[in-house]
């Protein structure tokens, strides 16, 4: 086996240093009933690296790649172009074979881009402190509720019916564990009365923008009512790349903000794995979850940085841990932090810009088709079409075509008649004109 | 108050500086690099793109009243500052990293190049089924290579790391425990437990009991049994354990967990011992995940992304948590939905958008295609034949609290063979480093005092271990004879001498301001 | 007239009139290393003998500090939260914890005194 660097020689050399027989003694522990042969396992022996690729290749030609068509899927993740520097880098062995950096003194690469992501998230969700990442935005989710619990001492989470769908279930499975859940109901294209629904219980209103629709929602009344009854106020950003553009949450009263990076130096990848971005208040810190790199000195007087805090993590503080979480998202937030250093402010304004005139162009291409309305009056690059009939038919009709046109609502809400007919759809800079104009061309034949 | 051995000086104190100092401040290979944040300059961007007429009656009123604050560099200037910080780091690919418990393990490149597969790496979670069948047989056959691997049932794909495919085993046996009418909320986690197991039983709403350790550094399976009763939902047990040792009393455990009505979590962090030669299934296990990071060498990335799927047993699967794959005359499904799962289950929830980590099941079945069956079980016995000869070759200038042996793929020490020496076992472990060593883990497992835990893996020839095992007998020689030279203050060869991380937590200091704003986080 | 006793847990606590005074053995701040934070309980709140009143942390611990009695916080003292480094250089002097009033004497006087806990620790 390629992989195995010990020979027959080498492994009877080490068993007779061991004063092992076979290689069997050492496994003496193993009760006698689950000793089993190689026979018992149901599986293929080894294979060349070429047999592998040949395998998993056809494999991999079965499925639609979001390059190969035009392609309009949104609803939490988001296609964008990744300069080729960003998988250069993460795939050097000083970043993708190392560590958790335990030992700081050979671990600084890892930790100065850990602080350097702490900083471009702080800044871009305008708040003053972000840790390390969380696995994605929905975990981060789930955890800025259950930190908002613990802050306010209070069990209730109100969610806007906004929220993404997954992300509800996700804060539901174990926010209910030490609290309960609200999910307002769900109003496409418009905003719902959360701030009513906030009493001495609610510990947190979570409300995403733009929402799961693609509506642009000002969340900043919505922090005054939370604050005004000793609540926080959660946002929750799935693009966040719309934060070049739009207001970031945390200079609109936003006590929590937890944020999907994904589309930032991140592809699909089927769902995973991303990045979720966690920032908030300093008066927090101590209650936050995931790692947290900060700055020192050496014994020498040289800046370095170091994983700090930790008293609040699951090694040291066991059963009273502010959160289980081990992991961060380390690779993936390093592609975050390179592609974030290659866009810079210049690129990012850009970028963001060019995904909204995408957007918007592609919005009034399809509101021209017949039987479509256009609900979302405001949106960043994604926004919610009403058909006359239900949407995921027509998104199995568009992809017969070769189209990729969207996620219907249904997808994400199975049980909730109202959606039927609603498509989600994402527009970013890797949309050519000449994709929107089949988009909208086919959906015409579709509607007809 | 509660006491702790875990306090060691995180103040190293200063140094003088030693050797010719250079203009630049770089040392030949060695470059210093400043932040992100102190390099570039208004206007420069590494990537073009189109300035666009923007319209903004769109943007409901919300539009950013000020920048960012980002820097603005080239491509080359992006690129070399990633490389510089990239050469500060210690990897597997540059040595060996024997971090007891950590698994750091060969990544082949194949698996790279898979994941990165458009078929695999370029899809969208929520696109049309039909055009994603590729991706769905890959996880199924994923399933179907985890389920043969450890004989259980079934298998939940979505936690996206080895804690949160913990908290989805406990929510699996909440929910069971709940749909038999039962309210238990005990759970039994042994004091050598890694930190995860018992952060988590309280994540998921239970109390933990703690279990203690024989004198062996086993589980005490009499106390265990002693401990169990009505209000016990579940143990949670790591096998082989922290230790490094297999639990010979493991089934025995299990089928007493099982009489007084609980259910048996294994912490599968140790499988890379023991896969392909024991099944877990065969040993009573009810839910284990499995860090694909670890056994199935998905890189650890300098913390992450990992996968921790949960196998779970016959009891436990109806519980799996959404979305669920089935096969049917449609080809591959992903049931998403509460109430269009198959009869009979009854999932608990999500765990998470969409449907798990993909870019880690696309690695982690390269893998298992490259090594087979015989490869995977040759892989566990190269680790558990490689950490018996370090615990064998180390054993008599070291000391090894359970050195009798053997152990599975980790050989503990503990710091007895520096006791008046001066040297701790932090000096002894800073001192690897400056031989080119990552040093091993040290302080863990807690039920030992001044662990040090050596994990060599499959992946080292004999060549590597020989040398390793010349460098750490010199090195236990030279402590014990009084030759605290090395250690005192080491590591002196590394980017960073030590850092002061007391000062770190008393003022932190968690991102980079621009100099007219304070400094310090209040 | 003061005495100051000992538990098994590595708290000190001074009796001065009617308050209790709280702190941590130097045994334990040496223990803990370099103490980095500390949190401390509200006036007011009232606490059993034994219950958690307080949190000291060094980089690698975290440990809770029970009140040796019972007893309602009257105190805090708020220059540990500003510098916590004063525990590990007086810590059975200028770093007490809290102060308690209504403390029972029948619970301090069971716990050790100085030359018990000297032993007891002799026994560690």
Same mark, same amino acid.
């Given at each position: ?41 149901? !599986? %293929? ?35 964008? =172009? ?28 890892? !930790? ?97 923008? %733009? ?15 939370? =604050? ?86 699951? =090694? ?19 592609? &975050? ?45 994604? &926004? ?65 | ?28 290979? /060695? ?24 319209? @903004? ?72 089924? @039909? ?5 769905? @047989? ?175 047993? $016959? ?7 959404? *979305? ?18 198959? $009869? ?29 069956? /015989? ?30 042996? *053997? ?37 863990? *497992? ?9 994990? *060599? ?66 | ?124």
């Amino acid at each position: 086996m390629r992989y195995h660097p010990l020979t027959p020689e080498d492994r009877a050399a080490m068993l007779s240093r061991i004063g092992a027989a076979s290689v069997d003694a050492l496994f003496r522990d193993v009760p006698e009933s689950a000793v089993v042969p190689l026979s018992a396992f149901d !599986l %293929p022996d080894t294979k060349g690296e070429l047999e592998v690729d040949r395998l998993m290749s056809k494999l991999a030609a079965q499925s639609t790649a979001a390059g190969s068509v035009p392609f309009f899927c949104g609803a939490g993740a988001y296609r964008h =172009h990744v300069p080729a520097a960003v998988d250069h880098l993460i795939q050097r062995s000083e970043f993708l074979t190392s560590y958790t950096p335990y030992q700081p003194e050979i671990a600084q690469g890892t !930790l100065q881009y850990m602080f350097e992501f702490q900083t471009q998230v702080a800044l871009l969700t305008g708040m003053e402190v972000a840790n390390a990442s969380l696995y994605d935005g929905s975990t981060a989710t789930a955890e800025a509720v259950l930190m908002a619990q613990r802050v306010t001492k209070r069990p209730k989470a109100i969610l806007s019916g906004g929220v993404h769908p997954h992300y509800a279930e996700t804060v539901e499975t174990v926010a209910n564990l030490h609290g309960q859940v609200l999910r307002a109901p769900v109003t496409p294209g418009r905003v719902e009365d959360l701030a009513g629904m906030i009493d001495a219980d609610t510990a947190c209103i979570v409300v995403q923008s %733009p929402d799961v629709f693609g509506l642009i929602r000002d969340i900043g009344p919505l922090a005054d009512a939370a =604050h005004a009854k000793g609540a926080l106020l959660i946002a929750v950003v799935t693009e966040a790349v719309s934060l070049g553009l739009l207001e970031p949450p945390g200079h609109q009263g936003a006590d929590i903000v937890a944020c999907e990076g994904q589309s930032i130096g991140n592809g699909l990848n089927f769902g995973g794995p991303y990045v979720g971005l966690f920032a908030t208040r300093d008066k927090f810190i101590r209650q936050m979850p995931g790692r947290l790199c900060g700055e020192t000195v050496d014994a020498a007087g040289k800046r370095g940085f170091v994983l700090t805090l930790s008293t609040r993590e699951q =090694h040291i503080r066991r059963d009273k841990a502010t959160s289980n979480i081990c992991t961060n998202s380390g690779l993936c937030c390093l592609a &975050f932090t390179i592609h974030l250093s290659l866009l810079g402010e210049e690129g990012l304004t850009r970028l963001a810009r060019l995904n909204h005139t995408r957007a918007a162009g592609l919005a009034d291409r399809l509101a021209h088709v017949a039987g479509v309305n256009v609900l979302t009056p405001s949106f960043f690059n994604e &926004f919610t079409i009403r058909l006359p009939k239900p949407a995921a038919a027509v998104v199995d009709a568009l992809a017969e075509k070769g189209i990729l046109a969207g996620v219907p609502a249904s997808r994400l809400l199975p049980h909730d008649t109202g959606v039927r007919d609603l498509l989600i759809v994402a527009a970013t800079e890797t949309c050519a004109d000449e994709d929107c104009d089949a988009f909208a061309g086919a959906l015409s034949e579709v509607l007809s | 108050m509660t006491m702790s051995s875990q306090g060691r000086p995180t103040a190293p104190g200063t140094i003088e500086a030693n050797e010719l100092p250079t203009i630049s401040g770089d040392r030949g290979l /060695d470059h210093e690099e400043a932040l992100i944040f102190e390099l570039g300059r208004r206007g420069m961007t590494g990537v073009d793109i189109p300035e666009v007429q923007m319209s @903004e009656t769109r943007l409901g009123g919300q539009r950013r009243k000020g920048p960012v604050g980002l820097p603005g560099l080239s491509e080359p200037e992006v690129i070399r500052h990633y490389v510089r910080l990239s050469r500060m780091n210690y990897a597997i690919d540059s040595g060996l990293y024997p971090l007891g418990s950590c698994t750091m393990k060969h990544n082949p490149r194949l698996n790279e190049k898979m994941a990165r597969l458009p078929g695999f790496g370029d899809i969208h979670p929520l696109q049309p089924q @039909e055009t994603v069948q590729g991706a769905l @047989e890959l996880i199924a056959e994923l399933m179907k290579w985890l389920t043969r691997l450890t004989g259980m049932p079934a298998v939940a794909m979505s936690p996206k790391a080895g804690a949160h495919g913990e908290l989805c085993g406990l929510l699996a046996i909440r929910a069971a425990i709940e749909a038999r009418g039962e309210n238990r909320r005990r759970i039994l986690v042994p004091e050598s437990a890694h930190g995860t197991n018992p952060a988590t039983a309280a994540f998921a709403g239970f109390v933990v009991d703690e279990v203690p350790a024989t004198q062996g550094g086993h589980v005490d399976a009499d106390a265990l049994e002693a401990k169990l009763g009505p209000d016990v939902c579940a143990i949670m047990l790591t096998n082989p354990n922290t230790c490094g040792l297999f639990e010979p009393r493991i089934i025995e455990m299990a089928n007493a967990v099982h009489k007084a009505g609980a259910y048996f979590y294994c912490d599968g962090a140790n499988f890379n011992a023991i896969a392909g030669r024991v099944r877990p299934g065969d040993l009573g296990i009810d839910a284990m995940h499995i860090n694909l990071h670890k056994t199935f060498s998905t890189p650890h990335g300098g913390g992450g992304p990992g996968a921790g799927p949960v196998v779970l047993s $016959e009891r436990l699967a109806p519980f799996a948590p959404l *979305p669920l794959l089935v096969h049917d005359a449609q080809g591959f499904r992903l049931i998403e939905d509460r109430a269009a799962v198959p $009869e009979g289950a009854k999932p608990f929830g999500r765990m998470c958008a969409f449907h798990g980590q993909m870019g880690m099941f696309t690695r982690a079945l390269a893998y298992m295609l490259s090594h087979g069956r /015989d490869g995977v079980r040759q892989a566990s016995e190269d680790a558990v034949l490689s950490a018996n000869y370090i615990l064998a070759s180390l054993k008599d200038v070291m000391s090894a609290p359970f050195g009798e042996g *053997p152990c599975m793929h980790e050989a503990l020490f503990d710091d007895s063979f520096l006791e008046g020496t001066g040297v701790t076992t932090l000096d002894f472990a800073k001192a690897m480093i400056d031989e080119g060593y990552h040093p091993m883990t040290m302080y863990f *497992p807690l039920v030992v005092h001044g662990a040090m835990l050596i994990e *060599p893996t499959e992946s080292e020839s004999k060549e590597s271990l020989d040398r390793f095992i010349h460098v750490m007998r010199t090195m236990a020689l030279e402590a014990k004879a009084g030759k605290r030279t090395r250690f005192e203050g080491a590591p002196r060869l590394a980017p960073r001498r030590r850092l002061d991380e007391t000062a770190a937590a008393r003022k932190p200091v968690l991102r980079w301001k621009p100099k007219e704003l304070p400094q310090a986080a209040e | 007239m003061s005495e100051t006793r000992f538990t098994d847990q590595h708290e000190w606590v001074r009796i001065d009139g009617g308050e209790a005074t709280v702190g941590i053995t130097r045994y334990a701040a040496e223990q803990l290393g370099d103490v980095v934070f500390v949190e401390l309980p509200e006036a007011g709140r009232k606490v059993g003998s034994g219950g958690e009143a307080a949190v000291v942390e060094s980089v690698k611990a975290a440990s809770e500090v029970y009140a040796p009695v019972g007893g309602e916080v009257t105190a805090s003292n708020s220059a540990l939260t500003d510098d916590p480094a004063k525990v590990n250089a007086d810590p059975e002097g200028e770093a007490w914890f809290f102060k308690l009033k209504g403390v029972d004497a029948g619970e301090f006087g069971k716990l050790m005194t100085r030359e018990q806990y000297d032993e007891f620790l002799k026994g560690l």
